[in-house]
């Protein structure tokens, strides 16, 4: 059993992860490094896809844990 302040920082734990990763990613699309030539218009680098495997792997990771603390907050018992 997770206790309610656990859950918590697991809520705002995954809370963080779906706010800072996002806005990660749209820096790493803006940045000249992820295409070969025009942005959009271009083949996508090595690093584009790097750092896509990497954002799209923490997101998930931090839905994960949005969801079990967020479980574990709603089954715990109110004292």
Known sequence: ???KAA???LVLAGLFNM???PRFAMAIVDD???WADQQWSS???AFFWVHALLISTAIAIG???LLVG???HRSSPSR
């Open 7 to 9: 859950a918590r920082f």
């Open 32 to 34: 000249d490094r992820a």
């Open 1 to 3: 059993m997770i206790s």
């Open 70 to 72: 967020v479980r574990a």
């Open 19 to 21: 706010v800072i990763w």
């Open 63 to 65: 839905l994960g844990i």
């Open 43 to 45: 083949a996508p680098t």
